[in-house]
């Protein structure tokens, strides 16, 4: 439709998948499955509800007839409501026992928290598929020295590898709270317009114990180990901001992730994926433009603002409920999901294409490396007889007349061949040379990536075997 406004999060972004979660489908599906889950929980503690009626529910579970649902909605303004009558049109037999005893909040809420699982589960199948490619990669580069930087001044060498370790270890911490968030969701149960169960009381008529086994029974039917222990009439919106809080810091991590790499394609040293075919510019041909990093920095800042939505619905809510949760709700719950499912697609498409330009990280660390081996150049000098007092100052005034020389005439380093001809030093050329060895400078760059990729990432690829092998096509 190119007369009304499409969702990007959808049209570009996102993937059928998550799209599906979030889809009026799922949710009104959902709704029938509860609406069953509730009947058999109460057919099954006693009340007159019958084999018969369940089963007619069971057989109209997933073919929702939407156009009555919608005609009725327009008569009653109450979308629950719209659909149990729906329900009821096809299940004539069970249409006097269809959300007995419940509040709207019994599908709304349970579905919700159902949504949001099946969502978490989705960024977690994918969430361990980036950290299994990166997990590659670092093993892969694990000794290939390169510059490290501070302040993004040139700093002591790394590795390429120990590099991603530093991606991984972030992307490790947000599996840590995901899996803790997930471990923890718990649907609301049936609560009652208030939370306090008076209406099943009622139907139960006064057996607290039979109460407390329907949530169970509802629970287990519908994939859950427990429901909220109290609520409102709906659950604590604190639970949405648990969950985008997860995914907020995932995002974070996506944009740190993002900005080195379009760091390291300014410099030529590692690019992201480049199409045969793609434009970098419309003006300037020769370009290729970060541009999968870029938006994932883009979504990532979408992800972490909207984190702060939920944040202030639930710090807002007055008493045991109010509506001004809803419109929000619906917005960025769905659109953190859709968007988070975005980053991560290319998160994963980029790590899987990285391009490293070996011989210009080369380039560059030989250009600093002679400045970072002076203070070993020093301790070969005074082992050979030299004063260290003395020698540091040389290397000093040395280290500032190369240093001028780059700067600002342009000219290579030459720091070694000032050394070279200072007799204090009673070094050749060709001795300090020997000292140019990268690998030597790298500590225990390769020993640290091999000691993390082991105790800390591959018992979490192994316990997770069978979602590894995704890939990613990126839209646009």
Same mark, same amino acid.
Request: net charge negative; hydrophobic share 40%.
């Given at each position: ?34 609406? *069953? ?20 529910? %069971?057989?109209? #579970? ?31 037999? #069970? ?19 159902? *949504? ?11 969430? $361990? ?34 590099? #991603? ?51 169970? %029974? ?31 810091? $995932?995002? #974070? ?7 080195? *790499? ?96 070996? %011989? ?96 800390? $990432? ?19």
């Amino acid at each position: 439709m190119n007369d009304r406004y499409n969702s990007p999060l959808s049209e570009r972004y996102a993937s059928k998948e998550m799209q599906y979660i979030f889809s009026p489908d799922m949710k009104f599906k959902t709704w029938r499955k509860l609406w *069953i889950a509730l009947a058999e929980s109460e057919m099954e503690l006693g009340l007159n509800i019958t084999q018969e009626q369940i089963d007619e529910l %069971k057989a109209h #579970a997933e073919d929702i007839n939407y156009d009555v649902a919608k005609e009725r909605e327009k008569l009653v303004r109450h979308d629950v409501m719209s659909h149990v009558y729906a329900y009821g049109q096809q299940c004539p037999k #069970a249409k006097g026992i269809i959300h007995l005893g419940a509040t709207s909040c019994y599908v709304g809420d349970n579905t919700d928290i159902i *949504i949001m699982t099946e969502g978490l589960k989705l960024v977690r199948k994918k969430l $361990i598929n980036v950290i299994n490619e990166l997990a590659k990669f670092a093993d892969k580069y694990k000794s290939q020295p390169t510059l490290a930087f501070t302040h993004f001044q040139p700093a002591q060498p790394t590795t390429v590898g120990k590099r #991603a370790t530093l991606w991984l270890m972030e992307l490790k911490l947000d599996l840590d709270d995901l899996d803790y968030v997930l471990d923890n969701m718990m649907l609301l149960g049936s609560k009652g317009t208030t939370g306090t169960q008076a209406s099943f009381l009622e139907l139960f008529e006064g057996d607290h114990e039979k109460i407390k086994e329907l949530e169970k %029974k509802i629970a287990n039917k519908m994939g859950f180990d427990k429901c909220f222990p109290v609520s409102g009439q709906t659950y604590s919106r604190k639970m949405d901001t648990r969950v985008l809080n997860i995914l907020a810091g $995932i995002a #974070a991590s996506a944009h740190k992730f993002s900005n080195d *790499i379009r760091l390291l394609q300014h410099l030529k040293e590692i690019e992201e994926p480049f199409e045969k075919n793609q434009i970098g510019s419309s003006a300037m041909a020769y370009k290729r433009n970060p541009m999968r990093s870029e938006r994932i920095a883009s979504l990532a800042n979408y992800v972490m603002v909207t984190a702060l939505n939920p944040a202030i619905t639930s710090a807002t809510q007055w008493f045991e409920r109010t509506l001004d949760d809803s419109a929000n709700k619906r917005l960025s719950v769905p659109e953190s999901f859709l968007a988070i499912d975005g980053i991560l697609d290319l998160y994963l498409n980029v790590v899987d294409g990285l391009v490293v330009y070996d %011989k210009v990280i080369e380039k560059r660390l030989m250009s600093e490396l002679p400045f970072m081996a002076t203070e070993n150049i020093m301790m070969d000098a005074v082992k050979a007889g030299g004063d260290r007092q003395e020698l540091h100052e040389k290397i000093r005034e040395l280290s500032m007349e190369a240093g001028a020389n780059v700067k600002q005439k342009g000219l290579d380093n030459n720091l070694l061949e000032l050394i070279a001809n200072d007799d204090a030093f009673n070094m050749s050329l060709e001795d300090l040379q020997k000292t140019m060895d990268p690998s030597k400078y790298v500590g225990r760059s390769p020993e640290q990536v091999d000691e993390f990729l082991a105790e800390e $990432i591959k018992p979490i690829l192994d316990a997770n075997k069978d979602i590894l092998g995704l890939s990613a096509e990126i839209n646009v």
